[in-house]
């Protein structure tokens, strides 16, 4: 069985030029941070992803969501695909990322008390391909912020900010702006601004195999790059 294995570096604010020579503006801009997409990682059953995939169903019946547990048993989905009225599978992409700015940059620590929020202005967010042998073009994923308590992207208290397009099977790309989602620049400043409460990031995505599909093999390789700047 394969299970996506993604793993996000933890964004930090930059060491050096924290504060500008205006002393009232705070330079945001964060180091460019990694994240993979690597099959080897995928937990899916071999020996019986072919049969799952060739099995008869029908949209009003439960039989590839009981089945898909054959197939793979964990961070899979099983759905009816209406126009094949075959089984797909759907292997889910999902990751939680801890951050703690106060603990990342210390010299937030130096704020007059009295400031809780800081103002911010999230100038972009870039990302880059750096690696790709995957042989199966990457689903959309999104990202989004959310309290720490909640590790799951499908969470109701998860406010999406943003989508990484499709990639083809092995491209790379140079740097290039995430599209940003309708209120999701603003969210991910509040988040930001919000500095003395640890947050977490999350990536989620969900890749779809049909019949005749063969289980993805390959790894790809990102990079994240946020831009902002603030003032208490």
Known sequence: M???RFAFGVIALSGCGLISSDATTYDLDLPAQTFSVDASG???QTASINDYLAKSCSPTSSVCATAANAACPMNCTGSCDMTQQTCDLGLDIALHQTI???SEKPELKSLDGATTVLQVTVDAVDYEITNNSLDIATPVLTVYVAPMSVMDPGDAKAKMIGTIDV???GTTLDARAMTF???GQAALGATLADFKNPFNLLVGGTLLLSNGDEVPRGRLDASVHVRAH???
Request: charged content about 5%.
């Open 2 to 4: 394969m299970l996506v």
């Open 181 to 183: 989602t309708p209120g």
């Open 42 to 44: 995928w937990q899916v």
């Open 230 to 232: 603030a003032s208490p």
């Open 167 to 169: 990639v083809q099977a």
């Open 100 to 102: 703690d700015l106060v």
